[in-house]
Every structure is written in C-alpha cells, then in structure tokens.
C-alpha cells in the first residue's frame, strides 16, 4: 500500500475509519515523532513514552484539526510540548545515556577513513548532547529531519529569528567544540 497524504487520512478520521487513520498516522510520521523525542529526551525509554503519549494526545485532538498548518507540523508541536512537559518533571538527564540516531559510517573506503568517519559520527553526537534542549531540537528538525526554518519555527512555536538563532548559536558552540575535538587527535605537523 502506497503511502496516504495527510489530508487523506483527515478524510478517513473524520468518515469514522478513526482505527485505518491513526494507523497511517504511526506509519508515517511514527519514526519522525520517536526521533524528536529522543533529540529532545535524550533517553530510549522516555522518548518511546512521550511518543506514545504524544499520539494519544494525537488522536484525541485529531477531530478538532482545523488545518491552519500542515497535519504534520500540528503533530510535531504536540510531540515537541509532551516532551518539554516531560523535561519539567523530571531530573537533569545524564548526558552519556543518549544515543542519537544518525547515519552510520559509510563501509567505503580505507579502514583507517572508516575508523575516522565513526569516529567523527560519536564526536559529532556527544556534541549534540551537551546543546540546551531548544538548540538540540531546532538543529535535529532543521538537519536531521529535513524541516524548513519555517516549518522549524511552526513546530517549536517559537519566531522565525528565534529558531535561526538557536540554529547559530547551536552551529557555532558545535563547531568549536567538534574544532576542539578533532584537534586533539589530528594536531597538524609543525614545520
């Protein structure tokens, strides 16, 4: 079965296929809703809570989408206000205990340039461990899910200049800190 759009699965909610509905609905943007959670969470365990609270959420609400925004950002914004509510009531999160999901490194190439690019991977995820939560999710919606600055802004509920300062200020405490990382280990020779 071919993907459905999402106003076609708002047409199947609101003819009473709510079941058929919420199905695409998890099949679809599930893996999205998980990985902003996670981002956000920094633990497995509370990001697969909060996306499961976040689709209850979901689908109580879904009959009282009034398609102002995309279906998805209106999701995003759910999950993304779940897991702040979660952050509230919780204790600080151990930083060592996140695993970002990102692309493994490429089997291509010299053992040593595969070594380096995993390598440069877990710099890369530690980094983003230790961004507040709002620069951690604007950087995660904007490059890991591919989202608009716009779309970015619509799911944070923040002003556009507010998430591209965030997208700044993450770039630059990540380049410096990935600078500083890759630096340790590939200190060019002096002369």
């Known amino acids: 079965m071919d993907s459905l759009s999402d106003i076609e699965i708002i047409e199947q909610f609101q003819a009473g296929n709510y079941g058929e509905a919420f199905r695409n609905l998890v099949e679809i943007h599930g893996k999205t809703v998980y990985n902003i959670a996670l981002f956000t969470l920094n633990d497995e365990v509370l990001a697969e809570d909060a996306t499961q609270d976040a689709f209850i959420k979901?689908?109580?609400?879904?009959?009282?989408?009034?398609?102002?925004?995309?279906?998805?950002?209106?999701?995003?914004r759910i999950v993304k206000n779940v897991c702040y509510d979660y952050l509230k009531k919780r204790r600080p999160i151990a930083l060592a205990d996140m695993e970002i999901e990102m692309d493994p490194a490429s089997d291509e190439g010299s053992p040593e340039e595969v070594a380096m690019s995993s390598w440069q991977h877990e710099e890369l995820r530690n980094a983003i461990q230790q961004l507040?939560?709002?620069?951690?999710?604007?950087?995660?919606?904007?490059?890991?899910?591919?989202?608009?600055?716009?779309?970015?802004?619509?799911?944070?509920?923040?002003?556009?200049?507010?998430?591209?300062?965030?997208l700044h200020r993450a770039k630059a405490t990540l380049a410096k800190s990935l600078d500083f990382a890759l630096g340790e280990v590939y200190e060019p020779a002096t002369v």
């Not at 979901?58 to 995003?76: H, P």
């Not at 620069?135 to 989202?147: G, H, V």
């Open 58 to 76: 979901i689908y109580r609400n879904l009959g009282k989408f009034k398609g102002q925004a995309k279906l998805s950002t209106w999701m995003y």
């Open 132 to 166: 507040p939560a709002k620069q951690r999710i604007a950087i995660t919606l904007y490059y890991f899910q591919d989202k608009s600055y716009e779309e970015t802004a619509a799911i944070m509920g923040q002003p556009l200049n507010t998430v591209k300062s965030y």
